[in-house]
């Protein structure tokens, strides 16, 4: 074999491991914003049904336009492969809820999970996104 074709041979397994590696980090970026979506979605449904309680009287079920008593539906809250906690709490003093959904794909620093939190209150839905 000539110099020309080792060096052709050498460039062509540089071409193609760089293509491989951006390939990977590609599809790394993309599967953990699909992740991330998922646990935004999730705290969009729950924030839904929170909604939903607020707005039904309470003989009804609801809470009479408190958040006060409200539990989500079990299907809601249901841990899956991407997510690995559901933590609900309520804050009596002003009526909101907190919403706070880990889960189990490491975020963009490479250490953490991805965590979204969501402020649930009369006014709407305020979202957090950690990671």
Do not use: C, H, W
């Amino acid at each position: 074999m000539g110099t020309k074709q080792l060096l052709l041979i050498v460039l062509g397994v540089i071409v193609v491991t760089v293509a491989v590696y951006s390939g990977m980090q590609i599809y790394d970026a993309q599967y953990t914003e699909n992740i991330r979506q998922e646990l935004i979605n999730r705290v969009s449904l729950i924030s839904n049904d929170a909604f939903v309680y607020y707005n039904r009287p309470k003989d009804q079920g609801g809470g009479g336009y408190s958040f006060k008593g409200y539990k989500p539906n079990e299907k809601l809250t249901e841990k899956t492969e991407t997510i690995r906690r559901i933590n609900i709490n309520y804050r009596e003093r002003r009526d909101q809820i907190v919403l706070t959904i880990r889960g189990r794909v490491t975020g963009t620093d490479g250490k953490r999970p991805i965590i979204i939190r969501g402020l649930i209150d009369k006014e709407g839905l305020v979202l957090q996104t950690r990671n």
